[in-house]
């Protein structure tokens, strides 16, 4: 399956087409490889039809703490998906680091403090999918053409994103792989060895998770973390309030607070982190979770003419969409 050639050292596996710039990265990437031969391993020679046939999302902690668990499996049902398996899944620094690798050359400090601190705020869910068979389109690119952008403003009728009702580009409730190769490299990531490989044999065999399993999975993930609009309104009022609780004791760094607070309303542009710093100071009490939805609200991206080492993945907008039985929930 691994093809060495003399200059640039082991080659992508036949048949598994990938962008030029991502089969450069990936034919050296450990991850990858781990994830390859662990598929291998486990399907022998069925595994490039297995891995065609399935995809990921990464249900993050935003969307756990907005209780969005029960709105994405309907949706998933509704669009013709099945629930393989599903893991629940701590990610540190590391791993985030490591699942957007090839996009953190061009993020800003600020996007990777909030990133951190985002998505180890509590426990992720990994639900491995399976769509039914509909013409020659591989899982991975049905899926994260169908998952919608990241940005709010762009969302089309049915995207999942948008019937979730996704506040900001940081806090975009949902992850996928956009092509098998990613699949591969990302469950090396997420998950240990032994994990891997039995998430890998409930694809060969074409197992699905009951719901009553999925069920019990949504209240131990909900039981662990407190409930949370990801208002942004609502956490600045709430911020505000513990600026001003300690006016008496530490007037300076208060009222510092309060005034990047009304930057903020007003859209001025602010480095979240300087907010957060002098209510440190002055020992004011927030929410972790209001401290995540101002991050995740206000955050500045990207360095500006700093280009992607994998460029994004086009929209396939010939397609067809997603199904919309679904009502929209995003808020205005």
Same mark, same amino acid.
Not at 14 to 38: H, N, P, Q, S
């Given at each position: 399956?691994?093809?060495?050639?003399?200059?640039?050292?082991?080659?992508?596996?036949?048949?598994?087409?990938?962008?030029?710039?991502?089969?450069?990265?990936?034919?050296?990437?450990?991850?990858?490889?781990?994830?390859?031969?662990?598929?291998?391993?486990?399907? +022998?020679?069925?595994?490039?039809?297995?891995?065609?046939?399935?995809?990921?999302?990464?249900?993050?902690?935003?969307?756990?703490?907005?209780?969005?668990?029960?709105?994405?499996?309907?949706?998933?049902?509704?669009?013709?998906?099945?629930?393989?398996?599903?893991?629940?899944?701590?990610?540190?620094?590391?791993?985030?680091?490591?699942?957007? +690798?090839?996009?953190?050359?061009?993020?800003?400090?600020?996007?990777?403090?909030?990133?951190?601190?985002?998505?180890?705020?509590?426990?992720?869910?990994?639900?491995?999918?399976?769509?039914?068979?509909?013409?020659?389109?591989?899982?991975?690119?049905?899926?994260?053409?169908?998952?919608?952008?990241?940005?709010?403003?762009?969302?089309?009728?049915?995207?999942?994103?948008?019937?979730?009702?996704?506040?900001?580009?940081?806090?975009?409730?949902?992850?996928?792989?956009?092509?098998?190769?990613?699949?591969?490299?990302?469950?090396?990531?997420?998950?240990?060895?032994?994990?891997?490989?039995?998430?890998?044999?409930?694809?060969?065999?074409?197992?699905?998770?009951?719901?009553?399993?999925?069920?019990?999975?949504?209240?131990?993930?909900?039981?662990?973390?407190?409930?949370?609009?990801?208002?942004?309104?609502?956490?600045?009022?709430?911020?505000?309030?513990?600026?001003?609780?300690?006016?008496?004791?530490?007037?300076?760094?208060?009222?510092?607070?309060?005034?990047?607070?009304?930057?903020?309303?007003?859209?001025?542009?602010?480095?979240?982190?300087?907010?957060?710093?002098?209510?440190?100071?002055?020992?004011?009490?927030?929410?972790?979770?209001?401290?995540?939805?101002?991050?995740?609200?206000?955050?500045?991206?990207?360095?500006?003419?700093?280009?992607?080492?994998?460029?994004?993945?086009?929209?396939?907008?010939?397609?067809?969409?997603?199904?919309?039985?679904?009502?929209?929930?995003?808020?205005?």
């Amino acid at each position: 399956m691994i093809v060495l050639d003399n200059t640039y050292g082991p080659r992508m596996p036949g048949g598994l087409t990938v962008m030029r710039e991502k089969e450069a990265l990936y034919a050296t990437d450990a991850y990858f490889w781990e994830g390859w031969e662990d598929l291998v391993d486990v399907a +022998q020679d069925a595994a490039l039809k297995v891995l065609l046939a399935h995809s990921y999302v990464l249900v993050r902690p935003d969307a756990i703490a907005s209780r969005k668990l029960e709105p994405l499996l309907q949706w998933l049902r509704v669009n013709d998906y099945s629930v393989v398996d599903a893991v629940a899944v701590q990610l540190d620094r590391h791993q985030v680091r490591s699942l957007w +690798q090839y996009q953190w050359n061009t993020a800003l400090p600020e996007r990777k403090a909030a990133c951190d601190i985002l998505m180890s705020a509590c426990h992720s869910l990994l639900v491995s999918i399976r769509p039914a068979p509909s013409g020659n389109e591989i899982a991975t690119r049905r899926f994260a053409r169908q998952k919608g952008p990241a940005d709010p403003k762009a969302s089309r009728a049915g995207d999942l994103r948008g019937s979730l009702g996704h506040k900001s580009i940081m806090l975009s409730l949902v992850h996928s792989p956009d092509e098998p190769a990613d699949l591969v490299r990302e469950i090396a990531i997420l998950l240990p060895e032994r994990a891997r490989k039995s998430l890998l044999q409930r694809m060969l065999t074409g197992a699905t998770l009951p719901d009553d399993e999925l069920s019990k999975l949504a209240k131990e993930l909900y039981s662990s973390v407190p409930e949370h609009t990801l208002d942004l309104s609502q956490s600045l009022l709430r911020v505000e309030t513990a600026a001003r609780s300690r006016m008496h004791t530490c007037a300076g760094p208060s009222s510092n607070a309060i005034r990047l607070i009304e930057d903020i309303r007003h859209r001025t542009r602010t480095d979240w982190r300087d907010l957060f710093d002098l209510l440190d100071e002055c020992e004011a009490p927030y929410d972790a979770w209001d401290r995540i939805t101002i991050a995740g609200h206000i955050t500045a991206m990207n360095h500006d003419n700093v280009k992607l080492l994998i460029p994004r993945a086009p929209a396939d907008h010939a397609t067809a969409s997603p199904r919309l039985e679904l009502q929209h929930t995003r808020s205005e």
